[in-house]
Structure formats: C-alpha cells, structure tokens
C-alpha cells in the first residue's frame, strides 16, 4: 500500500486558528447582538440590616447553622453584604412577595435565605452549598420572580421564558414548580418540564409562552434540539443540586442546554456537597460568583433527628426491621430506605397485608407521582424507596427514617436522615449497619459523635476492624513492592 507523507500532500489544507478563533468571537457576538440590556441590582439594604456590627453579624451567621461565606472573585475581594435577618430587611419594597410570606407565616427567613437573598438581590452569581429542607428553593425563587418582574422589557416582548432551573429528578422538578405556583405572583407562568411527563402537553405549554421553566436536563435538551424552546430570552438561571446532576451524568445535557443561554445571565447554583466535579461546574458556568455554606455535610445541624445506629448480621435484618414496623404508632410516618430492591420488600409487606408504597427508577412516572401522593396523603405510612427519595423529596411528618440498607456513600446517608425532623419537628433515624458497610464506620462514628448520638460499641470495633486490614494491605504490597514509598 502506498504511504502517503502528509507533508508532500499539496491537497493537505492548512487551518488558520487564528481566523478560526476570529470567526468564533464574531459568530458569538452576532447569536447574542440585539438582546435588551438585563437589569439585576434590586436591593436596597435595610437601615437595619446597615446598621449591623461586625460582632453582630458574626454572632448571627454562628447562630444560623454557622454560615459561611467567601467572595471567589479573582483579584480583589469584594464585601459580602450583611444577613438579613426579617423578611422585610430584603423584601420591604416587594409587598407582592410580603403578601406571600404573611399568608403562609413563615416566622423568619432560614440561614441560607438571611444570607443568599441580599447576595443575590444585587446581582452576584452565588453558590449555595446547602441540602433541601433548608430554604433553598425560596432563596432562589424569591429573588428570581423579582429579576422577572423588573426587567426593562415587559415579558410579553421578551419571546420565551425569563427563568430556567435544572433539576437533578422529576420528584425535586416537580417540588420546585410546586413551590414556584404557590409563592408566584404578577400571573408568573411556571412549567415544569421533565422526562417520562407528558412530552406534548409539555410542548403545548412552553409554545403558549411561560416565565419560568423548571427541567430535568434530558428532557430539556431534547425540546432544545427539537426548537419547541427558546433559551436565548434566559437572563436568570438555577442549577439546583448540581452535585446530584453530575452524579446522574447529566453534564453533557447541561453543556449544551447552556450554549444557548445568554453569557450575561445572572446564574444561581445549589448543591448539598462541594466536591471537584461541582468546582468545575462552578467555574464554566458562574461569573464571579460569591459562596454560602450552611452546616451541611455536619449533621450536628440536623439536631432534631436522633440516629440509632444496629450493627447485625445480613440474615437478621428483615427480622429487625418487621419488629420494628410492629412498634410503630398510628400517626408514625417511615421511609425504608433500600439499596436496590424496593419492590422485593414492598410486596412482603403486601403478603402481610401491610399498606405500604414504594418508589424507585424503575417506576413508571404516573406511579412515583402516586405512590408519592399516597405517602403525602397518609393513604399509607409506610415508603419503601430507594435513593431517588434520599434527596428532595419535602414530607413534613416523616417520624421515622429506616436505613434497611446503608447507602453508597456517606453523603446519601446524611441526606436520608435529613428526611425526617423537617420543619421544627423532631425525627428517628435507625440504621442497620452488616460487615459489608465497615469501611463506612469510621465517617458513621464522626457523624454521629458530631451530632452528640450514642456510638455503638460494635461500630467502634468494626472501625478498627477495617483500619487494621487497610493496614495489612497496605505492609502487602509493600512488601510485594518493596520499592514503594512506605505506608504512613
Ligand atoms: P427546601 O429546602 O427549599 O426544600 O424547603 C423546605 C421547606 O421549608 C419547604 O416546604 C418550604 O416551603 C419551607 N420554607 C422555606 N422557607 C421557609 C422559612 N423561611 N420558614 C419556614 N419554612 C420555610
């Protein structure tokens, strides 16, 4: 065969990268030309909130979950504004949302509000490291229906949706429009808009003309690709629960959902964890962004939940856990959380002629929504579900967490306990700990040390148990490989 040298190929064309790089500034300057300005500094700081001390505004973020926050601007820092520690200290010039809040009287806004609602209401990308249950979906919300509502153009002339918020699953999807219809004013349209819903009555909807629209990124980006959605009108985005869509693999879909949204947006990202795949996420999406952490991985935050840690053996778990449905009260409410077989555990309790529901992927969407709905309702008292329920999911009278299985990771397991103590109420949390989690034990033992829970010997001993094989494997491959660096 011949071989052909490239070099000698007169045909070979040479790209000028220059005039490629030229050619792109041109062609996205030309996508964005003709947009209207976006307006996006709304706050006026309370004489109040002004007044405010350094001590005074120390003592507050301590005393709310112990905030945090930094400004991750390169350069020079900029001041990060002082909590707002009432509703009208953010919200005085907005009787609409004033109303709201009054209506459902709410007492005062959560760590996470005090602190995102000024940040954002002036405009600043921000980062919010903070799980459900906390206030989030409010302190995104809130600010975003006034960006809506003030921009310079009226939403009638702006040609599609002024919000997006992508959304890790259809349950969370569904719990944020809930609460977007329910705190909404000015007739803001909202849609949610997600995988396994009805695609063409969603379609129908977004092509009538909305405001808002709350996405599952799959399903998002197909109605993109299709061009039944405009995204060019965006100017407020939310990434909710980033750490949850990049677990679920949904970066691809968001990379291309975002090359169509306008640069100079305002973007909000939520997220329980700040792991390296967030940060990344962080960085080509925000601008400038400044960062609140509210007590999130710490579970001494959730003190409203006690956690019963059983460590026991994989036979006697069923056993364990039919004793303790048995000594559950009439009003108690428990999800059992499962690894993976939901329905397995679902229909022993329907031989027994327990009512129970269950909820898991392999569902179809109309029954996750009615299994949920029985849940909410009390129709049962009992939710098998698998991790899919571990996040998002906001049922206030949760009694009880069941940990049948333990989780993938130790972040699921704070998550499901976060389940129940939800809005002032207090919670159990009892989790079944076999031989096969003891490499769990030891962030199990810090967790619960952290949050003043009882440590169960056996769990102790199971931590010791795995640090000494650790150990032992380690001197193995040392000795194996006697020219590696010696284990600390
Ligand atoms: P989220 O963390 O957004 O899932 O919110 C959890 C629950 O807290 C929701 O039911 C909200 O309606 C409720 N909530 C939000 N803000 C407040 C507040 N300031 N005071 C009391 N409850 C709130």
Redesign the pocket.
Known sequence: MDTVNPENNPKKPVINWASLRENRAKYESMKWAGLPPIEKNFYKESPRTASMSQEEVELWRKENNNITCDDLKEGEKRCIPNPVCKFEDAFEHYPDIMANIRK?G?????PI?SQAWPIILQGIDLIGI??????????YLMPGFIHLTSQPISKDERGGPGMLVLAPTRELAL?VEA?CS?YAYKEIKSICVYGGGDRKGQIDMVTKGVDIVIATPGRLNDLQMNNFINLKSITYLVLDEADRMLDMGFEPQIMKILIDVRPDRQTVMTSATWPDGVRRLAKSYLKNPMIVYVGTLDLAAVNTVQQKVIVIPEAEKRAYMHSFIKSMKPKDKVIIFVGKKADDLASDFGIQGIPVQSLHGNREQCDREQALDDFKKGKVRILVATDLASR?L?V?DVTHVFNFDFPRNIEEYVHRVGRTG??GRTGEAVTLVTGNSWKFASELIDILERANQVVPDELIAMAERYKQSQMRKEMEKDIQRPWRKPSK
């Open positions: 459902v709410f007492q005062k806004p959560t509000q903070a799980q459900t249950g906390t206030g989030k979906t409010l302190a719990q609460e329910k998002g906001d206030h939800r809005a």
